[in-house]
């Protein structure tokens, strides 16, 4: 089965400070890769996918992520985190069975000002 | 707006009782999903609908059914035969197998709290 591992449980960083989350898959087929957002009291917030083609995607509010397939990761990154970043980040695999997304642990990003 | 609605957003039961959570969807989405989050577990798959009146069993089904008898729908049932029922739950869609390239679309949640 699918599994996905994230590293950072708790990362905490000035406002600033340049973000690097890990995210590794366990599946060498084709599989779609996604980062999703928590903000503090609200729902999970799409913040950017990997189907195909570019290994560097950018999503929403500056962040982007490279997929490295000899690696099997996925890691989210954003050069300067601001305070409102705070949140719960999830990266998430679709694919290597079953038609289903599968998540990771989660990393808690607190930024200071 | 289109969008997953869940209900209550705070539950509270006795041990023991069975409890069912709302998730309704005016986005006219074939796949319907349960997910549980606990703390530093991330989410979970409970179960999934890919279609009206099929579901299958997630990662940690036990303790749990679910029915899909509209497409709009899919109650989930926290049965008394869940070990650690307390947590917070979240539905999801996605509109057929091409919907995935806009993701799942989540509510805002259940958190159920069992005394």
């Known amino acids: 089965a699918q599994s996905v591992s994230q590293h950072n449980h708790h990362v905490i960083l000035s406002e600033a400070a340049s973000l690097e989350l890990g995210c590794n898959y366990s599946y060498g087929g084709t599989v779609n890769l996604f980062w999703y957002v928590q903000y503090p009291g609200q729902h999970l917030q799409l913040l950017l996918k990997y189907f195909s083609g570019d290994p560097l995607v950018k999503g929403i509010k500056g962040f982007e992520a490279e997929f490295i397939k000899s690696k099997f990761s996925f890691n989210l990154r954003k050069p300067s985190v601001q305070w409102s970043d705070t949140a719960e980040y999830f990266c998430?695999?679709?694919?290597?069975?079953?038609?289903?997304?599968?998540f990771g642990t989660g990393t808690q990003l607190k930024v200071e000002l | 707006d289109g969008g997953i609605t869940q209900s209550p957003k705070y539950l509270f039961r006795k041990e023991g009782q069975n409890v069912t959570l709302s998730c309704e969807q005016n986005?006219?989405?074939?796949?319907m999903y349960w997910y549980r989050q606990d703390p530093g577990q991330g989410l979970r798959l409970i179960y999934y609908?890919?279609?009206?009146?099929?579901?299958q069993k997630g990662d940690i089904a036990e303790g749990y059914s679910v029915s899909r008898e509209k497409k709009e729908s899919f109650p989930l049932t926290v049965t008394s035969a869940q070990k650690n029922p307390t947590a917070f739950y979240l539905c999801?869609?996605?509109?057929?197998?091409?919907?995935?390239?806009?993701?799942?679309?989540f509510g805002s949640g259940t958190r159920l709290t069992v005394v």
């Open positions: 609908s890919q279609i009206v009146n099929d579901f």
């Open positions: 998430a695999v679709f694919g290597g069975g079953g038609n289903k997304l599968t």
């Open positions: 986005l006219n989405h074939d796949a």
């Open positions: 999801a869609s996605k509109d057929g197998p091409s919907g995935l390239i806009y993701g799942y679309t």
